[in-house]
């Protein structure tokens, strides 16, 4: 017998549930019988894929790159122990929106620089053409910003969910002759991923609004898409009402998917 959510567990039936799909199924009805809200959101929507595309592919980048520090974290070189809780502590105390303008303007610039110096012999012998900052987008330079803020939180989702796992099984696993990687593959990454995917999960949902701050950099998200409407028809209230709504319907959407798989997982 599947479990109960916590809300039914507690004798408590999700109310806030149906009254926002009732307020979402409103705005529906709003935006279809209406030739103005009908127009915004065909305009806010023109940026939906910018802000999915950017979510994604900076989420994974941020899950790979986390991954590889929890592991220097849990390594057993203290220098690389002391290289990661550095990192992590670093860029977790920096906001992300700074950090966005940091790499979009200081960090991008310099990336641009090392590779035309690294690339020196090829550029005096005429077989490359220098790099230029232009050749890095603004998107990109947003994507590897938001990559860098969430890996160092991600890094402490996976450095906790490793350390969750008992000892006395990896113990077991070294007795049975099982290298480290195959320790890691085979019994320490499978059990840790119940405790990693709830907060992985809450840092994906968070990410999807961070994205919005893509926007400062003029990155055509919904965001921006919004922005630039609300500026050109002075059509504030409405313009911004359907940004949330979007937003909304975005990061409700994944909380429910994501608690769903949660409950799947505790039944296996």
Do not use: C, H
């Not at 012999?121 to 603004?138: C, F, I, K, T």
């Not at 499978?190 to 405790?195: D, L």
Request: aromatic fraction near 12%.
């Amino acid at each position: 017998m599947a479990p109960a959510s916590p809300d039914t567990a507690k004798g408590d039936y999700p109310w806030w549930l149906v009254a926002l799909g009732v307020i979402a199924l409103a705005l529906a009805g709003v935006i279809i019988a209406n030739d103005l809200y009908r127009q915004v959101f065909s305009v806010v929507l023109k940026g939906l894929w910018v802000t999915i595309f950017v979510t994604l592919v900076a989420f994974l980048l941020a899950t790979l790159l986390g991954l590889a520090v929890a592991l220097m974290a849990l390594s057993e070189s203290k220098v690389l122990r002391q290289i990661a809780r550095f990192y992590t502590e670093v860029i977790r105390g920096v906001p992300v929106l700074v950090l966005l303008f940091y790499i979009a303007f200081v960090g991008a610039p310099a990336l641009v620089a090392v590779i035309n110096f690294a690339i020196g012999p090829l550029l005096a012998a005429g077989y490359l053409e220098p790099v230029q900052v232009r050749d890095l987008s603004l998107m990109w330079r947003a994507i590897i910003a938001l990559m860098i803020g969430y890996s160092a939180f991600i890094a402490e989702v996976f450095r906790a969910g490793i350390q969750s796992v008992d000892k006395g099984q990896i113990e077991a696993a070294k007795a049975l002759g099982l290298s480290r990687f195959q320790r890691f593959r085979l019994v320490v990454f499978p059990q840790a991923v119940r405790v990693i995917l709830p907060p992985l999960g809450n840092d994906f949902v968070a990410m999807v609004k961070d994205s919005s701050l893509v926007s400062v950099l003029g990155v055509a998200d919904i965001t921006q898409m919004g922005k630039v409407y609300a500026s050109g028809s002075f059509r504030f209230f409405e313009t911004y009402s359907i940004v949330a709504y979007v937003y909304l319907i975005l990061t409700i959407g994944l909380s429910l998917a994501l608690r769903a798989l949660e409950r799947r997982l505790r039944r296996t």
